[in-house]
């Protein structure tokens, strides 16, 4: 089992951060082209079922890992400002 973000390393949650911010990378470009593919579903007047099912998906699946690179980031902004303190 994992160890909680406050136990990491900071070299483990740099690690983690570049992770979280490479997936969300993913989710932007995937929600780009989910928007495009509404865009010419909505051109054509034929809004397809399988894009709202794929948005549904994106969206619940996108904010845990949002969270997580929340809360990574904040630990680690926490324990900067510990050092220069």
Do not use: C
Request: glycine letters at 4%.
């Amino acid at each position: 089992m994992a160890k909680p973000i406050e136990e990491q390393t900071t070299a483990e949650l740099e690690k983690l951060a570049k992770t979280y911010k490479t997936i969300s990378g993913i989710y932007i470009g995937a929600f780009i082209v989910y928007i495009a593919a509404m865009l010419y579903s909505v051109s054509t007047g034929k809004v397809n079922t399988v894009l709202v099912v794929v948005m549904v998906a994106l969206i619940t699946t996108s904010l845990p890992v949002n969270m997580m690179r929340t809360k990574v980031s904040n630990e680690l902004k926490r324990r900067e400002d510990a050092k220069a303190n």
